[in-house]
């Protein structure tokens, strides 16, 4: 049981030195700090999403809406938003709300109507996919030059996107020890345990969509600076993306372990992945097929330890 | 004629979703003069068909508190398969219905297995098979999609008996054969045990995981012939001819009365679910909404079908008392 769990905790890390030393070796040089900056961009719009998704995971839940959403504030943003720098700011803190509203409606009807999480944020996903592609058809739109150079800002030599991936990490540790992550892990481990045990197992689910639904805004306004304009699909890669982030990071609602680290982690490698490709020669044909593959492989190690759990309780085997 | 009585008494709301759909096809042939018109309803009939049989593959993975979200690149990759083995490839037409329907069974075993067996959760793995058929069609194909459908599948999806087409007949004979499967053999029987209680399944001695893993099969067996004669019917495949129907599918049956829970409802109900949504479909497009208003709408009615059954069941438990 220990080495299992150490084994979830490890996986990421091993798989990133992998990934890492063939680049290296089929491209040597590429990996510098230069490369690093540039490749946060990306990595962080995932991270987000990912950490979102694997507190979601850890309640037993799941958020096929982060989709939906990153492609409604997309379009939102570039759409709508304001050239002035104070229509910028409020602007952004509105799509933020917006982002943490949806999230609260998806607990909310989860929890009230005691839907299946999958299907519930499944109908949301179509909602939100739908408004964005009502408010751009096509890709397009404009965003103004301030809010990109904002969020593309370079403090010295470091981007912000790389300083958001530190904070995050460090958020994600006294995360674990505050109120609200104490209360996520006795949810996920036994609801009624943890209602007996005086938590408030509605409020902590619904505040842990609001969290992921506020995420994904984020990672929408990220995207938008990086990309500068608009698409009504750009989130649909994002819901298996972030769904194998958060298993990748090695969170695992049997042992009650999860990382914010290991959620960055497992973005990264499904970033690196496309660049793994190109290092290596495969054709980015490929790509979906090796992140569906990735996605079920990692899910089914993280499985194993489930089934060894159930063993080890004498649990049956069904 | 008790047994009638009391099918009927089981079944009132999907008897209502038949009566709907009458009534709205009448409502609206009020308003667009055409829409009753006999080459209308059969247009309206030819979507069903193809929507029937998407509906009822994911009705049997729902039914076991599963789901199915590989079905729009298990159908795309029927037609293209089909399409590009004829035309690229020279396989015989027959080789290449044997491709599809094998590849269709061997990805549904592979799902099914990773949810029956490894655990995996339905919704992760059959939105990662979802991905891997895409990556393997764009990798095999080298993203050219497939060109244009043989002439006798085309054929076979536009012919038509009166005014009925062929390919609906044959729908509702597949229906019929699907309900009496649920309904009257030793599988359905297991099927509904699984759906309802696992736990109680597994020990009356069901073989839970070989049960799971066969909807899985036949889930993806019905979304390829859902590929195939969308092919035929529009004539050629295109990538991403099946992006639309991962929600229209789900709302359908859905609105088909099936608990999305799982062990309640049947292959009659989704069908009618299935009318009711091709119904829909074509008013939107006489309507000339957006796609972004039509998914939207998909995703209100999804949520209120399921509100509305999550409602009853709480009902049902405030009146027998449990918790």
């Known amino acids: 049981m220990e080495i299992q769990k150490k084994l979830n905790v490890f996986i990421p890390y091993i798989i990133l030195a992998v990934i890492l030393v063939i680049m290296g070796i089929y491209q040597p040089g590429v990996i510098n700090f230069n490369w690093l900056n540039r490749q946060a ?91 964005a592609l ?96 608009g698409s009504p699909t750009a989130g649909d890669s994002f819901i298996l993306l972030s769904c194998a982030a958060a298993v990748i990071g090695g969170c695992s609602i049997v042992t009650g372990y999860y990382s914010f680290a290991g ?56 | 004629m008790e047994k009638i009585k009391g099918a009927v008494r089981n079944n009132t709301e999907i008897l209502g979703n038949y009566l709907i759909a009458v009534a709205l096809v009448v409502v609206i042939s009020l308003f667009y003069s055409g829409f009753g018109s006999l080459s209308h309803i059969s247009v309206l009939l030819s979507d069903l068909a193809i929507l029937g049989f998407l509906v009822l593959g994911q009705t049997f993975p729902v039914l076991t508190g599963g789901i199915d979200m590989s079905v729009p690149y298990m159908m795309n990759s029927a037609a293209v398969i089909l399409n590009y083995g004829i ?27 990773g949810i029956a067996y490894l655990k995996v959760h339905p919704m992760i793995m059959t939105y990662g098979m979802n991905s891997i058929l895409m990556g393997a069609l764009l990798f095999w194909t080298k993203g050219t999609a497939g060109g244009f459908t043989p002439q006798g599948l085309v054929g076979f999806a536009k012919a038509k008996i009166g005014f009925i087409p062929v390919v609906t007949i044959f729908f509702g004979a597949i229906m019929v054969v699907l309900m009496l499967v649920l309904k009257r053999s030793a599988y359905g029987k297991r099927l509904y045990a699984v759906g309802n209680c696992r736990r109680a399944a597994y020990f009356s001695g069901v ?48 609105i088909g009365g099936i608990s999305m829970n799982g062990g309640k409802g049947h292959t009659v109900g989704s069908t009618s679910g299935a009318l009711i949504i091709t119904i829909v479909l074509s008013v939107l497009t006489v309507l000339k909404a957006s796609p972004g208003v039509q998914q939207l709408l998909y995703g209100v009615v999804l949520l209120l079908a399921l509100v509305l059954e999550a409602n009853k069941l709480q009902l049902g438990r405030k009146k027998g008392g449990k918790l």
């Open chain 1, 41 to 131: 961009d990306a990595w962080v719009t995932l991270a987000l999403v990912g950490i979102g998704q694997t507190l979601v995971f850890m309640i037993g839940g799941t958020d096929l809406s982060v989709g939906g959403l990153i492609s409604f504030t997309n379009c939102l943003a570039a759409a709508y938003m304001p050239d002035s720098v104070g229509g910028i700011v409020l602007f952004s803190f509105g799509i933020l709300l917006a982002g943490a509203a949806a999230g609260m409606f998806n607990g909310f009807i989860i929890v009230k109507f005691r839907l299946q999480p999958f299907i519930a944020t499944l109908t949301t996903w179509a909602i939100w996919s739908g408004a």
């Open chain 2, 207 to 254: 073989n839970v995981r070989q049960t799971v893993m066969i909807t899985y099969m036949i889930s993806a067996l019905c979304a390829a012939v859902g590929g195939l004669i969308m092919s035929g019917r529009v004539g050629q495949s295109y990538l991403g001819m099946g992006d639309s129907y991962m929600f229209i599918t789900l709302a359908a049956v859905a």
């Open chain 1, 134 to 229: 009502c408010i751009l058809s096509v890709d397009g739109g404009k965003v103004p030059r301030a809010f990109t150079k904002a969020l593309l800002y370079k403090f010295g030599s470091v981007k912000v996107s790389l300083l958001i991936l530190a904070a995050l990490i460090i958020i994600g540790v006294f995360f674990k020890v505050s109120r609200l992550g104490i209360a996520v892990l006795a949810v996920g481990s036994n609801e009624k345990g943890a209602y007996f045990g005086g938590i408030n197992v509605t409020r902590t689910k619904i505040l842990v969509y609001t969290i992921s639904g506020f995420l994904a805004a984020c990672s929408g306004l990220f995207r938008t600076a990086q990309v500068s304009s």
């Open chain 1, 263 to 318: 959620a960055v982690m497992g973005a990264v490698i499904m970033r690196l992945l496309t660049s793994l490709m190109v290092a290596v020669g495969v054709s980015s044909y490929m790509t979906s097929l090796l992140q569906g593959v990735i996605l079920i492989v990692s899910v089914c190690i993280s499985s194993f330890t489930a089934i060894f759990h159930n063993r080890k309780k004498m649990e049956v085997d069904m």
């Open chain 2, 87 to 113: 035309n690229t490839k020279g396989w015989g037409s027959g080789t290449a219905f044997v491709a599809v329907l094998a590849g269709a069974l061997l990805a549904g075993a592979v799902s099914g297995f």
